[in-house]
């Protein structure tokens, strides 16, 4: 994130999209853009980007660019979806940049095999090729094709061209079941979504998504039921039939259906969850509850966000949080409770915030999208520490809610967890008083507060992220061989300097994990 020009937010971006100015220079024409030609628009003054087969001219844009010019410009005159993907792949371009579209890559040649295709190792797969790797071989050669992909990650040979799902059916039940042949499947790995005659159920397989999506034959009640064998990696997706009838077939299949792709080559799927409460933190600062819909099965693992989106003065805006618990638990003798029905939210309030404006202006029983969750942080990371410690700048804390909770409630091999929490008041603390409670009741737990901007009475310590201070809290104090990890999350530039001084103070890379959209 670079600091903008004024008049450059997003809210600016999004009047002048509805200004009526001509933002392509092409006075609303749509063309087919060949390489040479995009490769030809590679300058500040005048930058065309190619994504997903779409060709946009996004020189008025660059100024408003949240990640600053020259990230932009890293893939002026060429094809920026793998780069897009990388940095923010949520981002809705499709909505952000619909006036600068100037239009599709002309037909080329060869199609496909450009991609994730890999012949070296196991297993074959029937699969839809996704949109992005058949780009730029012909307009009708832009949606996905039924091709044959081979999956180095996956088993044997004896699976080739298998499905991985059936279904079977009594009077009242239709029961969906997916063989994922992976041993550890759990409830964070499977997300179902069953709306309006439409299921939707995604296995997450490591890095990889396994979808059945169908149109189902007839209707089925609201609520669905998802079994999970963990130790063989079977799981039942059960569906109250409405009438009392003998389905010929379970429907009609989507795009995408009975496909293995890559994770990040799945689109985001959203579902409109209730806002049922909200109930003030800090002076600017909720916590927002949502309900996820009946047919809905998702839980949020531990240290992943979720998107949410909102439709603002008619462009879609999406932007990233991360769920907490409704409060902090401090006894740790039950295992965590989760309902599987709310999603908790901490959300700092801008008085100047598109989104956050916009969330706080939402009404009881009014809807928000929520997309499925996203995150590169694995409970792993965490599992087989002794001593964890946590860096979080104002809202930065909302990963470490969970994170705390499973480590005191999940890790044995676990000594000592510590909190460093930099505000700039006394007032922006998030749950202070909870936390307080925790230092005194579990002894593994130590929490600091560090402010920015303290008032004359604040007794504590004061300051930002430095050197200094990251000695004098973090330094290896522990036996030399022992298994620390230190998260960070907060500002960028929190988090990008607290990584550099850990380095510095002789943390591995491997000892780090830095919370990033
Ligand atoms: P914008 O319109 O983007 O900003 C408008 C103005 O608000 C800015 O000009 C500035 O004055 C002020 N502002 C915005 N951001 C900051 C900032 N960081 N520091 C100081 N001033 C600022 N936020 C939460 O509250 N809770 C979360 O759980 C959470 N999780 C996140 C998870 C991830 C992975 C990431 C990347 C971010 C997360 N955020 C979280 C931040 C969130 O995504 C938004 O950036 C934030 O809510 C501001 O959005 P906005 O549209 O209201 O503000
Ligand atoms: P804030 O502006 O209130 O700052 C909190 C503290 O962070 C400050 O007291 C200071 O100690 C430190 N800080 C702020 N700016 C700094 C800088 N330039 N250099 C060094 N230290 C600095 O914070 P906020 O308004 O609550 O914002 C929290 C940030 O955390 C947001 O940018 C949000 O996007 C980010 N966040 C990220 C994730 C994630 O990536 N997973 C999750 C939640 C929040």
Same mark, same amino acid.
């Given at each position: 994130q670079v600091p903008l020009k004024p008049g450059r937010s997003l809210m600016d971006w999004i009047r002048l999209t509805?200004s009526?100015k001509d933002l392509t220079g092409l006075?609303?024409?749509?063309?087919?853009v060949t390489e040479d030609e995009l490769a030809k628009h590679n300058k500040k003054e005048d930058c065309w980007i190619c994504i997903r087969g779409f060709v946009y001219n996004v020189t008025p844009y660059m100024e408003y660019h949240p990640g600053g010019e020259d990230e932009l410009m890293k893939a002026a005159g060429t094809d920026g979806t793998d780069l897009f993907d990388q940095v923010h792949r949520w981002v809705n371009y499709e909505s952000m940049l619909k006036e600068c579209l100037v239009g599709?890559m002309?037909?080329?040649?060869?199609?496909?095999?450009k991609?994730?295709?890999?012949?070296?190792?196991?297993?074959?797969?029937?699969?839809?090729?996704?949109?992005k790797?058949?780009l730029a071989?012909?307009?009708?050669?832009?949606?996905?094709?039924?091709?044959?992909?081979?999956?180095?990650?996956?088993?044997?040979?004896?699976?080739?061209?298998?499905?991985?799902?059936?279904?079977?059916?009594?009077?009242?039940?239709?029961?969906?079941?997916?063989?994922?042949?992976?041993?550890?499947?759990?409830? %964070?790995? *499977?997300? &179902?979504?069953?709306?309006? @005659?439409?299921?939707?159920? =995604? /296995? +997450?397989?490591?890095?990889?998504?396994?979808?059945?999506?169908?149109?189902?034959?007839?209707?089925?009640? %609201?609520? *669905?039921? &998802?079994?999970?064998?963990? @130790?063989?990696?079977?799981? =039942? /997706? +059960?569906?109250?039939?409405?009438?009392?009838?003998?389905?010929?077939?379970?429907?009609?299949?989507?795009?995408?259906?009975?496909?293995?792709?890559?994770?990040t080559d799945?689109?985001l799927?959203?579902?409109?969850?209730?806002?049922?409460?909200?109930?003030?933190?800090?002076?600017?600062?909720?916590?927002?509850?949502?309900?996820?819909?009946?047919?809905?099965?998702?839980?949020?693992?531990?240290?992943?966000h979720?998107y949410?989106?909102?439709?603002?003065?008619?462009t879609e805006v999406v932007k990233p949080?991360?769920?907490?618990?409704?409060?902090?638990?401090?006894?740790?003798?039950?295992?965590?409770?989760?309902?599987?029905?709310?999603?908790?939210?901490?959300?700092?309030?801008y008085?100047c915030g598109l989104f956050?404006?916009?969330?706080?202006?939402?009404?009881?029983?009014?809807?928000?999208?929520?997309?499925?969750?996203e995150g590169n942080?694995?409970?792993?990371?965490?599992?087989?520490?002794?001593?964890?410690?946590?860096?979080?700048g104002g809202?930065g804390?909302?990963?470490?809610?969970?994170?705390?909770?499973?480590?005191?409630?999940?890790?044995?091999?676990?000594?000592?967890?510590?909190?460093?929490?930099?505000?700039?008041?006394?007032?922006?603390?998030?749950?202070?008083?909870?936390?307080?409670?925790?230092?005194?009741?579990?002894?593994?737990?130590?929490?600091?507060?560090?402010?920015?901007?303290?008032?004359?009475?604040?007794?504590?310590?004061?300051?930002k992220i430095?050197?200094?201070?990251?000695?004098?809290?973090?330094?290896?104090?522990?036996?030399?061989?022992?298994?620390?990890?230190?998260?960070i999350c907060g500002p960028t530039p929190f988090t990008e300097q607290g990584v550099q001084y850990l380095k510095d103070?002789?943390?591995?890379q491997?000892?780090i994990h830095a919370f990033t959209a």
């Amino acid at each position: 994130q670079v600091p903008l020009k004024p008049g450059r937010s997003l809210m600016d971006w999004i009047r002048l999209t509805k200004s009526g100015k001509d933002l392509t220079g092409l006075k609303g024409r749509l063309i087919e853009v060949t390489e040479d030609e995009l490769a030809k628009h590679n300058k500040k003054e005048d930058c065309w980007i190619c994504i997903r087969g779409f060709v946009y001219n996004v020189t008025p844009y660059m100024e408003y660019h949240p990640g600053g010019e020259d990230e932009l410009m890293k893939a002026a005159g060429t094809d920026g979806t793998d780069l897009f993907d990388q940095v923010h792949r949520w981002v809705n371009y499709e909505s952000m940049l619909k006036e600068c579209l100037v239009g599709r890559m002309a037909v080329k040649p060869i199609a496909a095999a450009k991609g994730d295709i890999y012949f070296n190792d196991c297993l074959l797969f029937v699969g839809m090729l996704p949109e992005k790797n058949v780009l730029a071989s012909s307009t009708k050669d832009l949606t996905p094709r039924l091709i044959l992909v081979v999956f180095s990650k996956l088993l044997s040979l004896d699976v080739l061209l298998q499905k991985y799902y059936d279904w079977f059916q009594t009077d009242s039940l239709i029961t969906v079941v997916i063989y994922t042949k992976q041993k550890d499947v759990n409830a %964070e790995l *499977v997300i &179902v979504d069953c709306q309006d @005659k439409r299921l939707r159920g =995604e /296995i +997450i397989m490591d890095d990889y998504s396994y979808l059945v999506e169908v149109d189902l034959d007839h209707a089925v009640s %609201e609520d *669905v039921t &998802v079994n999970i064998a963990e @130790k063989v990696g079977k799981v =039942e /997706i +059960i569906l109250k039939k409405k009438d009392d009838i003998h389905w010929k077939m379970l429907g009609q299949p989507c795009e995408g259906h009975n496909t293995l792709i890559k994770r990040t080559d799945r689109g985001l799927f959203y579902r409109k969850c209730k806002l049922v409460s909200k109930t003030e933190v800090t002076h600017d600062t909720k916590l927002f509850c949502l309900m996820l819909p009946k047919g809905t099965h998702l839980r949020v693992p531990t240290g992943q966000h979720v998107y949410l989106k909102q439709i603002i003065t008619g462009t879609e805006v999406v932007k990233p949080y991360t769920p907490v618990l409704p409060f902090l638990p401090l006894d740790f003798q039950e295992p965590p409770h989760h309902d599987g029905v709310h999603i908790y939210l901490m959300i700092k309030i801008y008085s100047c915030g598109l989104f956050t404006q916009a969330l706080d202006h939402l009404q009881i029983e009014d809807y928000i999208s929520v997309s499925n969750p996203e995150g590169n942080f694995k409970k792993s990371q965490v599992q087989t520490s002794e001593d964890l410690i946590l860096l979080a700048g104002g809202t930065g804390f909302t990963p470490m809610v969970k994170l705390l909770n499973f480590a005191l409630a999940e890790v044995s091999s676990l000594r000592t967890v510590k909190l460093i929490f930099f505000n700039k008041t006394e007032d922006d603390i998030l749950w202070r008083n909870q936390l307080e409670q925790l230092a005194l009741k579990d002894e593994r737990f130590e929490v600091q507060f560090i402010l920015s901007q303290p008032t004359k009475d604040w007794v504590g310590r004061q300051g930002k992220i430095s050197s200094s201070l990251l000695s004098e809290f973090v330094k290896r104090r522990s036996r030399k061989d022992s298994k620390v990890l230190v998260c960070i999350c907060g500002p960028t530039p929190f988090t990008e300097q607290g990584v550099q001084y850990l380095k510095d103070l002789g943390y591995s890379q491997e000892e780090i994990h830095a919370f990033t959209a």
